[in-house]
């Protein structure tokens, strides 16, 4: 076993009591460790979109490059939510948004949506960052207002989400 690899389980054995599932992107350049059982819908349109692997799957994350003229994590956000805002989804309001870095370093902008009349929790939440090419990708869930889905998928996203770069360097070692 190399030592990215060692490193990658024992990660996932930190970061969960169960064994874990690492879904690589390699166009963009990122990997996300989930808990066990997660799986990638093959039949995604755009991204990868990962589910917990049943059919009453609280959470679904899609992995996707944004707009390709956003130059950073806060042209991302309004980019996304001005087309929201077209779409005139009242569900498509930013709550809020903060700074946030991931367990392996990566810095980006979390973005929470959803309609504050209905709910304090958001309906979604994108996390925006710099890909190791400099573009602009999300990791974004639907969390469907719910605070405990919304807390284990900040915790993956934030324990999870790594550069296949580093990976790459580690495997050398």
């Known amino acids: 076993m190399k030592f990215g690899q060692f490193f990658l389980v024992t990660l996932a054995i930190a970061y969960s009591a169960t064994s874990a599932e690492t879904f690589v992107d390699r166009e963009i350049g990122v990997s996300l460790t989930t808990p066990e059982g997660w ?4 039949a995604s349109l755009y ?12 959470c679904k994350v899609r ?9 950073s994590p806060e042209e991302a956000m309004e980019a996304t939510f001005a087309m929201l805002r077209i779409e005139a989804d009242a569900a498509a309001s ?9 367990e ?6 979390k973005a929470a949506q959803g309609d504050c009349e209905y709910s304090k929790v958001p309906g979604a939440v994108h996390n ?3 890909s ?3 573009r602009i990708f999300c990791v974004c869930a639907s969390v469907l207002y ?5 807390q284990s998928y900040e915790a993956a996203v934030l324990k999870g989400l790594r550069y296949l770069v580093e990976q790459d360097q580690d495997d050398e070692s």
Do not use: F, Q, W
């Open 63 to 71: 992995i996707h490059l944004a707009d390709k003229s956003a130059g």
């Open 39 to 42: 799986v990638e819908d093959d």
């Open 146 to 150: 719910d605070e405990k889905t919304e």
């Open 104 to 109: 392996s370093g990566i810095k980006g902008l």
């Open 132 to 134: 190791p090419s400099g």
């Open 94 to 102: 930013l709550l809020y948004s903060e700074r946030v870095e991931t």
């Open 128 to 130: 925006y960052s710099p």
């Open 47 to 58: 991204g990868m979109l990962l589910t917990e692997g049943s059919d009453d799957a609280r």
